[in-house]
């Protein structure tokens, strides 16, 4: 096989972006060079941030180039290698998705075991996706057990996770919101205790029936409405995790603010935005819970998956638009 | 003298408070029962929260009570007594300012040592109002020596120390803004490294100007425009102390909210808003540090004093106008 098929961005998408903004390119399968290796990805993840990157504004990471592929996580089998402690066979953790096959300075590739999980695992659950979970509630917003949770985007892959990790973790009531009836089933089976359609009527108002003893902590994967919902439900001393704010990412329109932040000098609330990058030091620890508790059968997690590089644009736009289930990831 | 004169609410104001929402009332002079004082007031306080207790929503403090007296911080000086521990002639603070003679439980006041510093230094620097400021830039914000910290309303009590505080404990460059040229050239005054008139043009721009490397901490006392503009200004990490805004105290409109609120994730802000009731724990160290300043000739606080209990609406309708420079006070 000498052909290699990746993801250029075409166009940066004006608000919601569209198939025209991206284009599937042939070119070589690359030769590694001194300290390289070459993988043939099998999952790519696929993930909301990458909406942001498709504007041209300085931001914690750099915005993607027109013409060139995409970038992003993404897992595979290395299949020629120049770099020492790489070898023909691994499976490898990196960050070139959007593309077959991936030419990889080795230290950014990271070796997993296939044999402990099913490999998509390692882009969701025990990944990025769950660490950002687990990091979020615990640490940033540093729940504690008897608590409420409230997260967005609760069918996520991030959300999922969140609430069960609330859960797991001695939360006295967890509340999730989404986007349709089939989710908020699914979230009940998953062990939330209360779930609600953010269709079905104001967030504020929902959330009051769901929560009434209030929140104390908000995990945010969506932004206005819901966080103002939150702020307004929120207990004295509560903390929100800002972690995305989906609802926003195609607006052209300077985007919805929470009317009600003055809430937050009285209840003493404290909101901070994070980014998981800044929570590797808990990377061990997480591996170790997660695995026990996925071991023991008490974590469940959904994925959603596409098949074909050339369906990768595809899956970036249902997941704007909330058709996954889980995790969404490529299967190249 | 049997006469006693005491400021009521007369009717709740609908945005910004006229000098009818307020009624001057002559009463008797109480009598203590078991366990009570009766102070005659020389200083009340006169503070932006007020405003928030005029309107009859549940909030972190009971609404004030219509034909009834207000209240707030006092200082003055026992006449009669019938509690242990309290003698005519000492000096008390107390919670129940706006009248000439008040009405304490024992427990309710604490004595001061009036040879000490001047007594009304208990009700601004010393007191409250200095435990707000310290406790909001070193305890809810975190400052570190080396940062730029940013205060808004900083000619006010809280903000004026806010400003020499973050100098004093090694603030790299501290920048203020405020209302008039001779807030800013009295900051200038103070030892701010720049400082600006929020009406010379938009917060965002000035600011950016005054903190060219971003700023690290932001104490935060009014809100609205300049709570966007430090968002916007803020380096990765940095922490917000909200701590009032009086920009939307007097609104009818839902109040503007920060449209760049997302960008709390990529840099990792942190907003927290506070009360200075939650750090009671710091008093001892913050009147050790303050006393040592003040001694030492490094703290200088303002104070806008008017004379009259039945000046104290002017004095408090002139503070939401920002016409004081420091703490305003009504000498009784």
Known sequence: MSTNREIHLASRPQGWPTADNFRLVSTEVP??????IVVRNQYMSVDPYMRGRMNDVK?????????????????????????????PGDTVLHGLGWREYALVDAKGARKVDPSLAPVSAYLSVLGMTGLTAYAGL???????PGETVFVSGAAGAV??????????RGAA????SAGSAAKVERLKALGFDAAFDYH???????LKAAAPDGVDVYFDNVGGEHLEAAIGAMNPHGRAAICGMIAQYNSTEPPAAPRNLALVIGKRLTLRGFLVGDHGHLRDQF?????GWLRDGKLSYDETVVDGIEKA????????????????????
Chains 1, 2 share one sequence.
């Open 59 to 87: 931001s914690y990471v750099p915005p993607f180039q027109l013409d060139a592929p995409l970038d992003g996580g993404a897992l595979g089998e290395v299949v020629a290698s120049e770099a020492e402690g790489f070898t």
């Open 287 to 291: 591996v170790q819970e997660m695995a």
């Open 200 to 206: 079905d009527g104001p967030v504020y108002e929902q």
């Open 159 to 168: 959300g999922s996770m969140v609430g069960q990790i609330a859960k797991l």
């Open 313 to 332: 644009p595809e899956a970036f736009l249902g997941l704007l638009r909330g058709e996954n289930l889980g995790k969404m990831l490529v299967r190249v």
């Open 173 to 176: 009531r967890v509340v999730g």
């Open 138 to 144: 615990l640490d940033v917003a540093a729940m504690k």
């Open 31 to 36: 030769t590694p060079g001194p300290g390289q």
